[in-house]
């Protein structure tokens, strides 16, 4: 049986972006993504407030995370590992 890898972020493209995590509640809704730009990443998360059709307030941040090879050694040994 062939397992699929989840994607990471590293293995995005340049300006590729992917939905990491998304939350829905009665009053509140969010949604984190990350964009693949040059030198790192983007992560974005944008909320909203309220309920539907009553005036809904929105707001959204945004942080860049420069590349870092720190965690590339862990990822290229879970992929190995995977693969025997």
Known sequence: MESKQQKSIHDLQLHESMIIASHSGMYANEQTSVRRVPGGWIYSTYHS????????????????????????????????????
Do not use: Q, R, W, Y
């Open 49 to 84: 407030f309220g309920k539907e059709n009553s005036g809904t307030s929105k707001s959204e941040s945004s942080v860049f995370v420069p590349f870092s090879n720190e965690f590339i050694e862990d990822l290229v040994v879970n992929i190995s590992a995977d693969k025997l």
